[in-house]
């Protein structure tokens, strides 16, 4: 039954789409005969040629309307309608320049910052980081309370070498517990004289976070058995397509990073920078510290914070479970320092974990986001502002629209699409400003880093 | 739509599709047999005639056809389809019940 309903209507229905002018001309012609016929009918009853036409018209009728109420009960009208509608808006929107302008800048501008922040926040601080089963993944910090005397770098949560080792033997809760050391500058050698920006990692890393290289290998216990021994390195796929040309030998060849000459054992999964907001080109082992940061040696400083330490907890455990495992670790730890006392905070990692950097961006971007949708909003008004104020102006359109036959709500739907037809092109260039804010503010972050961790070198916590 | 005031709503669609399905017609034709047969009594304007056999059409219960009529003169001819004879019955077949229950109503003896 259905089908057959379809077999008899769709036909109709595509014919009324793409052939609708025939079919306009045809009720134009079943209607006109109808005319004939009828003042021919009433001539015939006596009345005059004129008489007769007139009444034949008003039987119908306005003409117009008529062929309108036809029309409608074509089902696809409305794409048709719709199709009209949008381009009459457009000629209007073209018609209006000013107008247009105003309005589409206003949401744009409201669409695209909004965007941009958002999107910013969002990857920094909300979305997990981008690892396999990042669910998995959490940070770990040390909160240190009482009087007590710590050197740290890169912020005062982060941990020693010492107390990495600790909390990597000890626990019970993870499947692997990685250290690394962010942002260790180094220039790259050998005639292609780079900066760069890397990290000092355990040899655990890519096997932790699930990354294994795209060629070669990561790293493995050996490269981290002694210090200064083991001069290997993974390079990021963007420096090795960017420095080395995407070299297909390059695995296996030296390279060299601060006077020093590395041999590359990997090359990270394209797309792989880290698990910090500013991308990382290079790893090395974390016992290559001494080498590649001379004249300090980190490993041996037991009260020094300069590591940051994610874990991939095992599957059945509680993010519960793994704090009081860890901070039993902890608390051994701290009875061991008088005065120290440390308490942990864990939580899935982002590539924004540190809790001073949080405890600064979060509420600052915020705030920043409640500004920007307040702007949006005040935007918004604008816009519906200069619609009502046009609307006033287009009474006697509006008038001569309905007195011809035109729908109430044919009406509105010629407004709305107007509106439609704004919002879509303000969107689209909203779109592209949220581009722009986008990349703006991530450039900002990233040539400002030396700021950031300047701001956030703490000698002590309290 | 200006809705014809003692024609019950949804009869119109009824009336129609008993007269295609009496012979094939053209809207003119329609509109005085429909005079013609209810002696004045449903009167159904020319205005909303028309979009309610479009609206049969567009449903697939009955379709059009150009001819040339009996005087040379061509027309659309509305003639009804097999899905518009089974719409036909169902319709009927209600109004018998509703109307036959409707007049056992009104027959009630007082008592």
Redesign the interface.
């Known amino acids: 039954m259905r089908h057959?309903?379809w077999?008899?209507?769709i036909p109709?229905r595509l014919r009324s789409l793409f052939r609708w002018a025939q079919a306009d001309q045809?009720?134009d012609?079943?209607?006109r005969?109808?005319l004939e016929?009828?003042t021919e009918e009433y001539v015939a009853q006596g009345m005059t040629q004129e008489e007769a036409h007139r009444r034949a018209r008003l039987?119908?009728?306005?003409i117009e309307?008529?062929k309108e109420?036809?029309r409608?009960?074509?089902?696809v009208n409305w794409i048709q309608d719709l199709i009209k509608d949008l381009r009459y808006g457009l000629r209007m929107l073209r018609q209006n320049p000013g107008f247009t302008a105003a309005a589409v800048l206003a949401i744009a501008l409201g669409v695209g910052i909004n965007v941009g922040i958002f999107s910013v926040l969002n990857g920094l601080a909300l979305r997990l980081l981008p690892v396999p089963r990042a669910e998995q993944v959490v940070s770990v910090e040390q909160i240190f309370h009482g009087k007590f005397l710590r050197n740290a770098v890169n912020g005062g949560s982060l941990s020693s070498y010492s107390e990495y080792l600790n909390y990597r033997d000890n626990d019970h809760v993870l499947s692997g517990l990685l250290a690394y050391e962010p942002f260790v500058h180094a220039t790259l050698g050998g005639g292609k004289m780079r900066e760069l920006l890397g990290a000092t990692t355990s040899c655990n890393y890519f096997d932790v976070l699930n990354e294994h290289p795209s060629q070669g290998r990561g790293f493995v216990a050996s490269d981290c058995a002694a210090p200064g021994e083991n001069p290997v390195a993974v390079i990021s796929d963007e420096l090795w397509r960017g420095a080395f040309a995407g070299d297909p030998s390059l695995v296996g060849k030296r390279i060299i990073l601060n006077r020093t000459e590395y041999t590359v054992v990997g090359i990270a999964p394209q797309g792989f920078q880290g698990t910090e907001p500013i991308p990382s080109s290079f790893w090395a082992p974390i016992t290559m510290q001494t080498v590649l940061e001379p004249g300090s040696d980190r490993l041996t400083a037991d009260n020094l914070g300069w590591l940051a330490l994610l874990g991939r907890v095992r599957p059945g455990v509680t993010m519960e479970q793994v704090r009081s495992d860890l901070g039993v670790i902890a608390g051994q730890m701290d009875q061991l320092h008088p005065g120290r006392k440390t308490s942990l905070a864990i939580r899935r990692a982002t590539f924004l974990d540190r809790q001073m950097e949080r405890e600064h961006l979060i509420p600052a971007a915020s705030v920043i986001l409640t500004v920007f949708g307040l702007v949006l909003l005040v935007a918004c008004a604008n816009v519906a502002n200069l619609l009502l104020a046009r609307a006033s102006v287009r009474h006697k359109e509006i008038a001569l629209r309905l007195s011809i036959g035109a729908s109430r709500w044919r009406l509105v739907r010629q407004l709305l699409a107007e509106s439609l037809l704004l919002s879509l092109i303000g969107g689209a260039l909203g779109s592209v400003l949220a581009f722009w804010s986008f990349t703006g503010i991530t450039r900002l972050v990233i040539t400002r880093r030396s700021l950031l961790p300047s701001m956030l070198r703490l000698t002590f916590a309290c | 739509m200006s809705k014809p005031s003692d024609l019950v709503q949804g009869t119109l669609d009824m009336l129609l599709l008993k007269f295609l399905a009496l012979e094939p017609m053209n809207g003119f034709a329609v509109s005085q047999r429909l005079k013609q047969v209810s002696g004045d009594v449903l009167q159904v304007s020319d205005g909303s005639l028309y979009p309610a056999l479009h609206k049969l059409e567009q449903e697939g219960w009955i379709t059009a056809e150009w001819k040339t009529s009996e005087y040379g003169r061509r027309a659309k001819y509305y003639s009804l389809t097999r899905l518009g004879r089974r719409q036909l019955e169902k319709e009927a077949d209600n109004w018998g019940r509703l109307s036959s229950a409707i007049s056992r109503v009104i027959k009630l003896k007082e008592a």
């Open positions: 057959e309903h077999l008899f209507t109709l045809e009720l012609d079943e209607l005969d109808h016929r009828k039987d119908l009728g306005g309307q008529t109420k036809c409608d009960t074509r089902k």
